[in-house]
């Protein structure tokens, strides 16, 4: 039997366009600092919300990390267990660790941009960037 129009109404949503306004002072800069720098400007990032201010929300977030002139980066090595995956889950936000260093004044909120587990030490090391 065929989906008549209402079925089709009923189970479909019209998809919304969300914009981060770009500065081209911060563009400039960013392709100043980092020649290496991809202009992602045209780009498009798929999402799936039900509210188009949570998607603004979200694209606010990302557009806040990747206009970073020079972003904070750090690898730490610990050995304690970070249970990402499991007790910190991986989706759909990526998890964030707040950085304190008391010797130097700093308490930076960072994402997880890479981390792994050594087994045979317990040793854990995670790749943060702000």
Known sequence: MAATPSDIARYT?????VIAPVDPAVSAA???AHIDARNGIDDEIEMFYDVAADAQTALNEIFGYLSQVNP???AVELEDTLSLGTDIPLAPRIPTITVADVDAG???PLRV???SAEMGT???AVELMQ
């Open 113 to 115: 941009r890479a981390f």
């Open 122 to 124: 317990d040793r854990y």
């Open 30 to 32: 960013i392709a100043a």
């Open 13 to 17: 949503t019209d998809g919304v366009l």
């Open 72 to 74: 904070a980066y750090l």
């Open 106 to 108: 700093v308490s930076l």
